[in-house]
């Protein structure tokens, strides 16, 4: 068994408010369709704040 996993990409999640990308997550592209937004707590803005998909570099 390869380890091969090519659907699953790791995304990190950037906040809307202030643009950091407090969050990396894995995401499985065969059953997630478009871009996730989640609402999550922003240490920077100190509340939960939308965050959405971005690049990881
Ligand atoms: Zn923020």
Do not use: P, W
């Not at 809307?16 to 990308?21: G, I, L, N, T």
């Not at 995401?27 to 690049?55: I, S, V």
């Amino acid at each position: 068994m390869a380890g091969k996993n090519k659907s699953v990409e790791l995304i990190a999640l950037q906040c809307s408010e202030c643009k950091r990308k407090n969050y990396t997550t894995k995401k499985n592209r065969k059953n997630t369709q478009g871009k996730l937004e989640l609402k999550k707590y922003c240490k920077f803005d100190r509340k939960h704040t939308l965050h959405k998909e971005a690049k990881v570099k």
